[in-house]
């Protein structure tokens, strides 16, 4: 299912936190709140998320291929009484994404494809 930034963030507002395989791919979502969602399975190609406020999001098996995650936040530090997973990169494809000075303590990045990632003051790796 393909969705607009606007769609998404009207969707997130209201509540909804299940995106999986959601096509956003182009989408321009810099600075946006959306911690806790769910994104397994969705296309994010040359999105631009950087500066999201992204913490315990399930970027399980995501494409971010091209994407910009600059100054990203997507640390999974938990709160005190949190029952939130770490923020989850597992199997996706992250080739050639922007993650500069993202912040990336506690994520998990296992087997994502990192082959030309950005990684330059990243924190957490």
């Given at each position: 299912?393909?969705m607009t930034a606007a769609?998404?963030?009207?969707?997130?507002?209201?509540?909804e936190?299940?995106f999986?395989?959601?096509?956003?791919?182009?989408?321009?979502?810099?600075?946006?709140?959306?911690?806790?969602?769910?994104?397994?399975?969705a296309d994010?190609?040359?999105a631009?998320?950087?500066?999201?406020d992204?913490?315990?999001?399930?970027?399980?098996?995501?494409?971010?291929?091209?994407?910009?995650l600059?100054?990203?936040i997507?640390?999974?530090?938990?709160?005190?009484g949190s029952?939130?997973?770490?923020?989850?990169?597992?199997?996706?494809?992250?080739?050639?994404?922007?993650l500069?000075?993202?912040?990336?303590s506690?994520?998990?990045?296992?087997?994502?494809?990192?082959?030309?990632?950005d990684f330059?003051?990243?924190?957490?790796?």
């Open positions: 299912m393909t769609e998404l963030l009207k969707a997130y507002a209201k509540g936190r299940n999986k395989g959601v096509d956003l791919s182009g989408a321009n979502l810099e600075d946006a709140e959306l911690s806790e969602a769910d994104f397994s399975g994010f190609t040359n631009n998320l950087s500066y999201a992204l913490r315990y999001v399930n970027f399980s098996g995501a494409i971010l291929n091209g994407t910009d600059s100054g990203a997507l640390t999974s530090a938990k709160a005190i029952d939130f997973s770490n923020a989850d990169l597992s199997n996706a494809d992250l080739r050639n994404a922007n500069r000075n993202a912040n990336l506690g994520t998990d990045l296992s087997y994502a494809d990192t082959n030309g990632a330059s003051g990243a924190i957490g790796i």
